[in-house]
């Protein structure tokens, strides 16, 4: 079975750091796009970044370029997410999620991992 | 940046009705257009991808339509589990990311 673990979150004051981890199993991990979705407090869903299968074809949404860096280690069959300068609007519950086709991203994602909970707050 | 916009925000229906659920991009988005359910403390769920693509192991009576601006998500016949907030979500090719819609909650009395 396919699962995705999230991990790494916490409570960070605003100008910190954080640095999120997502452990994959289940599926060929380097083969598949993957990315980084969060979700604030009562809010909807927004994309914040993906990566292609090999670690390559790296794509951030407006909000988080330039301070969240993304990565993988497929060796590790892990995904990351280098949070760097976070402000209050970043807090939200951060969601690991596989892309559905291997090889080029859709960016249609088929298996989420439960989610870790960032708060940004002095 | 595309926007999408669900109607209604709040859907509320009893068991074996049908649900019709909307989706309206600001601009064509051709037929790149996926549903997800989410219910409360969960991760989201695949629930229809290409506009009418079922993803693996969702019932039949999860149906999508649509292309263009218009898409349409369609629940034939209520059961309780449905009970979720359901977001339509578009992708581009270029540069490669995505957007999702606000939602619309779906209520079973």
């Known amino acids: 079975d396919v699962q995705l673990l999230d991990s790494g979150g916490g409570l960070v004051q605003p100008g910190g750091s954080l640095r999120l981890s997502c452990a994959a199993s289940g599926f060929a991990f380097s083969n598949f796009p993957m990315s980084w979705v969060r979700q604030a407090p009562g809010q909807g869903l927004e994309w914040v970044s993906s990566?292609?299968?090999?670690?390559?074809?790296?794509y951030y949404a407006d909000s988080v370029q330039g301070r969240f860096t993304i990565s993988r280690d497929n060796s590790k069959n892990t995904l990351y997410l280098q949070m760097n300068s976070l402000r209050a609007d970043d807090t939200a519950v951060y969601y690991c999620a596989k892309d559905l086709s291997r090889g080029s991203q859709t960016h249609y994602f088929d298996y989420w991992g439960q989610g870790t909970v960032v708060t940004v707050s002095s | 940046d595309i926007v999408l916009t669900q109607s209604p925000a709040t859907l509320s229906l009893s068991p074996g009705e049908k649900a019709t659920l909307s989706c309206r991009a600001s601009?064509?988005?051709?037929?790149?257009l996926a549903w997800y359910q989410q219910k409360p403390g969960q991760a989201p769920k695949l629930l229809i991808y290409?506009?009418?693509n079922r993803a693996t192991g969702i019932p039949a009576r999860f149906s999508g339509s649509g292309s263009g601006t218009d898409f349409t998500l369609t629940i034939s016949s209520l059961e309780p589990e449905d009970s979720a907030i359901y977001y339509c979500?578009?992708?581009?090719?270029?540069?490669?990311?995505?957007?999702f819609g606000l939602g619309t909650k779906l209520e079973i009395k």
């Open positions: 979500q578009q992708r581009v090719h270029w540069p490669p990311r995505c957007s």
């Open positions: 290409d506009a009418s």
């Open positions: 601009q064509s988005v051709s037929n790149y």
């Open positions: 990566i292609g299968g090999s670690g390559n074809n790296i």
